[in-house]
């Protein structure tokens, strides 16, 4: 559909209050155009929001896959040549599970990366947790700001990693910034972050904070032709695969069928539990301690169950990936190379690539 034949919001949202039957993904992926292009107002865009909501709106796996597809064709999207890194993955949840845990996927990209998996970790600062995956590598040193589309490209396929800050690479999001945090509850748009990574990854694991959305995102995920795909949720409403007991996964595999199993840390990766209350997180200051006694090998008996809880985390993801032939193996390929140093090497060497990024940027705008 053309610029010109698009709706305004005000239509949408009139369409979406009075005649919610009649309401499709089309008209919700319309809203969204109209508010990325600076259209709506502020009373409009949180009357859109609450609509969504109390609608059911995030149960309905077309809408979701209809928004998610409106904000990637509004990105800034990066040029990876596929050829020279192999497979593009990306591990993530949607947060909002409540439990706080420790940096769990950024550090499981981190080493997943570290073990040859080229990996775009797309992400932002903290929202429904203490520490976000941004929050706890810019206090490692990483200047994620001065990342631009541009620079992926060359940081993929030196370092196998890049840190994608969600506002750089989808700017008119922006829009919605403000009303999303002034209305203080969850809206669909809490559940597309795992969608809109720009490098659409050709692997990712997916965790979602609730077992019902589930097979809403696997499908969404279907729907925008994604696939070789795995949604998980532990069974504790986990957004991530829980190393307290089982978790459920919804794989996406290659032909678009849908696979739903459990896993679980003990039989599946040969990986003891722990509770979840000993993988907790804590403030940013603690994440960074526990991920340098992590990655140093220099593990506290406190530290036992965020490693294990990494490892299992990590070894499905290389799993999916390809990249391990059982979720064991790929468990002991996440601990072989923690142990090897790897992961801390690849960390001080693409914060020093950031920081030079910085620089060079400062410099130019010196001129």
Known sequence: MTTAN??????????????????????????????????????????????????????????????????????????????????????????????????????????????????????????????????????????????????????????????????????SMRYLAKTRRDLGFPTPFNILGPLMNPCVPDRAVVGVCAKSLGPVMAEALKILGRRNYAVVCGDENLDEISIAGDTHVWHLRESGDIDYYTINPERDFGVPTHPLTEAAGSNLEDNQRILKRLLGNTLQESDIAIRDFVLVNTGFLLYIAGKAQSMKEGAEVARHTIESGKVLELLENFAQATQALKSQELSRRAR
Request: hydrophobic share 40%.
């Open 6 to 171: 698009r709706s305004h919001l005000k239509e949408i949202l009139k369409h979406l209050i009075l005649e919610p039957t009649g309401f499709t993904a089309e008209h919700a992926a319309q809203g969204l155009h109209s508010i990325m292009r600076g259209e709506a107002s502020e009373s409009q865009m949180g009357g859109f929001l609450t609509a969504l909501k109390l609608r059911g709106v995030d149960g309905n796996a077309q809408v979701i896959a209809a928004l998610a597809k409106e904000a990637l064709d509004n990105a800034l999207i990066p040029n990876i040549d596929r050829s020279k890194g192999g497979v593009v993955a990306d591990i993530v949840g949607t947060g909002g599970d409540g439990w706080n845990t420790f940096n769990i996927s950024t550090t499981s990209s981190l080493v997943a990366a570290a073990a040859g998996l080229c990996m775009t970790k797309h992400g932002s600062r903290a929202s429904s947790s203490n520490c976000g995956s941004a929050d706890l590598l810019e206090s490692l040193g990483f200047e994620l700001d001065y990342i631009s589309p541009g620079d992926v490209g060359d940081l993929l396929h030196q370092y196998k990693f890049c840190f994608l800050f969600s506002s750089t690479f989808h700017p």
